[in-house]
């Protein structure tokens, strides 16, 4: 690793293949975009609507986007596209692309069919979301750089090396949002071509592009969108990439219309030597994408194109020919969103409060193209109107809102020779009062009433004599408070006033596991292993022991080796555990399992998907009162793709009655627990346990990287958790980093654990 200062004084004896080169003044400087957008804004001040939309993390850059419409600095009520121009530092052609577009709509704004585009379309382009990285390419330091500048060791300096690969700070943007992050590349485990150059960041939008890009896409839920690379190596030259066949076999919901617009602009843009088109081709990889995370996110379209060749940074003459065969596949996209010349297949309309008129964000599902790992795919805010892209045929719409009724329509019909409109209004729940009391015999509590209908959970946190709105149907709930039986009950929220007695028992734990002792108590088949991923205390349960994926064809399970007596309880005991799990949605399963003689078992629960914060289940275990039984946990993944897995921890089994354990082994003396969250951005917890009331002096102390002493607390309570928000003790932010918290006790060190502060 070379330091700035180094490097210069590297190039300044000759060693300079890649430093220092600087690029013809064809391409676009950061300075000059903003310079020309200027220009044009007052050229054209009715068309051109200039925009931050964000900065950039390291050098708080402003990130620049233009809209082109013919009133564009309002937001209409039209359908919107996106062009992206460069994301990889080096892949400045994007940039060229996106800015000939530009000029080119504006010169002809007054032909055909330019100015149909700007009467219907509102027309969006961001010439770069990296524009830390643009000047580190354009002012010559590093022609072959890819990332943004963010200070990975957090030395101050900007670490790099001429050349691809070994530039320890920066990330890669197209590895930094949110849909399948987690299989980015880390930053000392490197999966890409050259070491650091994938790095997909500390967490997912941790760099200011992505998170402008995404801020804008919510805002704007573009039907289109092109966000425009050069492959470095080649071998990916001259592709369009859709959303997505991962194994060759598993495709989005919309595969076939993706591939379709694929298809389709491939075939308007020219290879380069003129022998033919663009190779359309879905995408394979799961990095945490833009194009993957749009389509999931809001159902857009977006297409990622490889222009050129692995010549990123062509002569002149050749980038202008880049930009006018690479538009033919741009311009179609906005004459097919208009259906002008080309397919109209699209479902569009307005969504509305039934009483008021008032236009509403509601979620637009198109059943049987819907998948779990979506995001509500919503109308937008200020007009209500919703776009869908579909293909020909007859489709089942669901519209929903919370505080709505749902409303289905079934054979909706889709055809190519114009849009299908279906304006929806939707009726308002009313709102009930829920009355009740929270107590144990007559003793108040404090607690909360989860709620579940199927479609949405909430939780109302409830204390004594307590009074509540909500909308009225009927609901599952569960009535929970620290250290009580929680109880399960239906409510049906109506017109009469709804009264509600929760009188909890206190809870008997009639089994308990929180795995601190390891697995001895239970039979392991497969990979079960702890993980210092836990809940509260040291360690959670895992259900493999990679380093970050679980394998394939895994059949695994772990089961409690003897057998747990319910002689005498009472009806309401209950199954408890807290859970994290991110699996291949549908196709890798987690079981809860139960069974009464150790060999025939019955589910009780199955889990699939992503949940990243702790989550506790509560399942009632009713019918096996009186019963004794056996408890299984069991993992099964298919043939192809894996994900981080399943985490359990604090397993419990209470009710009112029964014979309970036996106090649990003492634990240590003095405890400190994992922070939770972790990373954090406002505040974090550092829970601890202090099982000694002789003790006069207990700190949690916390240290900077360098030893620094950032701030001190004073431990009172035995039992208990420190709250911090990122400052020292006199009150000031600090900024991102790893710090250290340390459990001291009469002047001895008990614990030092890590924690990451991200701003």
């Not at 550092?686 to 030893?707: C, H, R, T, V, W």
Request: hydrophobic share 35%; with cysteine.
């Amino acid at each position: 690793m070379k330091k700035l200062f180094s490097i210069l004084i590297v190039l300044s004896i000759g060693l300079h293949a890649y430093g220092q080169v600087t690029l013809p003044d064809r391409y676009h400087t950061y300075d000059e975009i903003k310079t020309e957008f200027d220009s044009l804004q007052m050229l054209y001040p009715d068309y051109v609507f200039v925009d931050s939309i964000g900065v950039t993390k390291t050098d708080s850059l402003p990130i620049w986007a233009v809209k082109l419409s013919d009133n564009a600095a309002v937001d209409e009520d039209e359908p919107a596209v996106l062009y992206v121009g460069q994301c990889h530092a080096e892949e400045v052609l994007g940039v060229e692309v996106t800015m000939y577009m530009i000029n080119e709509i504006l010169s002809h704004m007054y032909q055909t069919p330019y100015g149909i585009w700007l009467s219907e379309l509102e027309i969006w382009f961001i010439p770069s979301i990296n524009p830390e990285g643009l000047q580190v390419v354009m002012d010559g330091w590093d022609v072959s750089f890819r990332k943004t500048k963010r200070d990975n060791n957090l030395n101050g300096i900007f670490d790099f090396v001429p050349g691809p690969g070994e530039d320890i700070d920066g990330v890669d943007p197209n590895r930094n949002y949110s849909f399948n992050w987690v299989h980015g590349d880390t930053l000392y485990h490197q999966g890409g071509e050259e070491r650091y150059d994938y790095y997909r960041g500390p967490y997912p939008f941790s760099e200011g592009g992505t998170t402008a890009v995404k801020k804008l896409a919510q805002e704007q839920q573009f039907l289109f969108s092109i966000n425009w690379h050069s492959s470095r190596t080649g071998n990916f030259s001259e592709k369009v990439f859709y959303s997505w066949e991962w194994n060759g076999v598993k495709r989005s919901p919309d595969f076939d219309f993706n591939k379709t617009i694929g298809e389709t602009v491939a075939a308007l843009i020219m290879k380069e030597d003129g022998t033919g088109y663009y190779e359309p081709s879905p995408s394979r990889g799961r990095k945490g994408n833009a194009q993957d995370w749009f389509y999931t996110t809001h159902g857009t379209v977006q297409l990622l194109i490889e222009c050129g060749t692995e010549n990123l940074q062509p002569n002149p003459v050749l980038v202008d020919d880049t930009c006018e065969r690479c538009k033919a596949g741009a311009y179609w996209l906005m004459n097919r969103t208009l259906g002008y010349q080309t397919n109209a297949a699209l479902l569009t309309g307005h969504i509305t409060d039934a009483q008021t008129g008032l236009p509403l964000q509601a979620e637009v599902i198109i059943n049987d193209h819907d998948a779990m790992y979506f995001e509500p795919r919503t109308s937008d805010e200020l007009y209500g109107r919703y776009w869908r892209l579909l293909s020909p045929g007859t489709y089942s719409v669901t519209f929903r809102k919370k505080g709505y009724r749902d409303t289905t329509y079934t054979n909706v019909t889709i055809n190519n020779s114009a849009w299908t409109t279906k304006n929806v209004e939707l009726e308002p729940l009313n709102m009930h009062t829920v009355n009740g009391s929270l107590h144990t015999n007559g003793t108040l509590l404090s607690g909360e009433i989860r709620l579940n209908n199927s479609y949405y959970a909430d939780t109302l946190a409830i204390s004594g004599y307590f009074s509540v709105q909500y909308y009225e149907g009927t609901y599952e709930a569960t009535v929970i408070s620290q250290g009580f039986v929680p109880k399960l009950i239906s409510i049906t929220i109506e017109d009469s006033m709804v009264a509600l007695d929760c009188n909890l028992q206190t809870e008997v734990r009639i089994f308990e596991e929180d795995w601190e002792d390891g697995l001895v108590n239970w039979n392991v088949a497969g990979e079960w292993c702890l993980d210092e991923n836990a809940h509260i205390s040291n360690y959670a349960l895992h259900d493999n022991d990679n380093v970050q994926f679980y394998n394939n064809n895994v059949q695994s399970s772990i089961s409690s080796t003897s057998s747990i007596n319910l002689n005498g309880v009472d009806p309401d005991v209950v199954l408890k555990f807290w859970h994290i799990y991110h699996t291949e949605w549908y196709n890798d399963n987690c079981f809860v399992d139960i069974s009464e003689n150790n060999q025939n078992w019955m589910n009780l629960a199955t889990y699939s998907g992503c949940i990243s914060d702790w989550q506790e289940v509560i399942i009632p275990l009713a019918e096996y009162v009186d019963k004794h039984i056996f408890l299984r946990f069991r993992f099964e993944s298919d043939f192809s793709l894996n994900d981080p897995g399943w985490y359990i921890d604090d397993v419990m089994i209470v009710s009112s009655q029964g014979n309970g354990i036996d106090v649990p082994p003492v634990k240590p003396q003095y405890i400190l627990y994992h922070n939770q969250p972790n990373p954090f951005r406002f505040i974090t917890f550092f829970p601890y346990e202090i099982k000694n009331p002789a003790s006069k002096d207990a700190q949690l102390s916390i240290y900077n990287m360098k030893g620094q002493l950032i701030r001190t607390y004073s431990l009172y309570e035995q039992n208990s958790m420190i709250s911090w928000d990122g400052k020292n003790s006199r009150g000031k932010e600090l900024g991102t980093g790893l710090y250290f918290y340390q459990l001291t006790v009469d002047t001895q060190v008990i614990d030092t654990k890590k924690c990451l502060f991200i701003k």
